[in-house]
């Protein structure tokens, strides 16, 4: 079946280091999303891709970074220079142009710094 | 700047009755799509409806369905016979032609029985 697979489900940081969220989706989509949840907050969003080797930053793209070297990944980078990276991390993929179908949602990393 | 308002925190129902989820949203474009998602407890994001801006129908999916006020800048959500399932956040979201959703806050459902 096709979908997104994001790993791992949950992911401890120790303070100072570089983590990085895995992304996959074999959907063959396009455009591919992170979105970063808080409560009360609703989902920010970090970074999107709309095709391979591009990227464009999103409303709170500061201490993360990506790569999109593949169609299918899209990997998320939380780097030390992020100050609260506590949170629940959700990828996301899209057809584009994508108002026929909305997003396609992974099942998200929740990350915790200990 | 585009932005969308869920002004409920949280709602609860009894199980068989119905809902209604507010959501406004402020933009200048005249062309663009609504949509609401649900996240049960297992946190997995699901399309619950979609509504495009051009057509004046509002839509409807099964027990689902929207009241859309362009006018007002409106979205409402609207569940009927509500089930123990339907116990949720709920999340509005809104996209123009830069294909990027820009969500609620969202709204914390609860169904009793």
């Known amino acids: 079946d096709g979908g997104i697979t994001q790993s791992p489900k949950y992911l401890f940081r120790k303070e100072g280091q570089n983590v990085t969220l895995s992304c996959e989706q074999n959907?063959?989509?396009?455009?591919m999303y992170w979105y970063r949840q808080d409560p009360g907050q609703g989902l920010r969003l970090i970074y999107y891709s709309q095709i391979v080797n591009d990227f464009q930053k999103g409303d709170i793209a500061e201490g993360y970074s990506v790569s999109r070297e593949k169609k299918e990944s899209f990997p998320l980078t939380v780097t030390s220079a992020q100050k609260n990276p506590t949170a629940f991390y959700l990828c996301a993929s899209s057809t584009t142009p994508t108002e026929n179908y909305g997003y396609t949602f992974g099942s998200g990393t929740r990350l915790t710094v200990v | 700047a585009q932005t969308v308002t869920q002004s409920q925190p949280e709602m609860s129902v009894q199980e068989a009755e119905t809902v209604t989820l507010s959501c406004t949203y402020d933009t200048s474009e005249s062309n663009y799509y609504l949509f609401w998602y649900k996240q049960p407890p297992s946190r997995q994001m699901i399309l619950v409806i979609r509504?495009?801006?051009?057509?004046?129908q509002n839509a409807t999916e099964n027990r689902f369905s929207v009241n859309f006020q362009k006018a007002a800048k409106s979205f409402s959500l609207k569940i009927s016979d509500s089930q123990l399932g339907d116990t949720a956040m709920y999340f509005c979201a809104f996209m123009t032609n830069t294909d990027k959703l820009i969500f609620g806050t969202g709204t914390r459902l609860q169904v009793f029985p």
């Open positions: 959907l063959n989509h396009d455009a």
């Open positions: 509504q495009e801006a051009y057509k004046q």
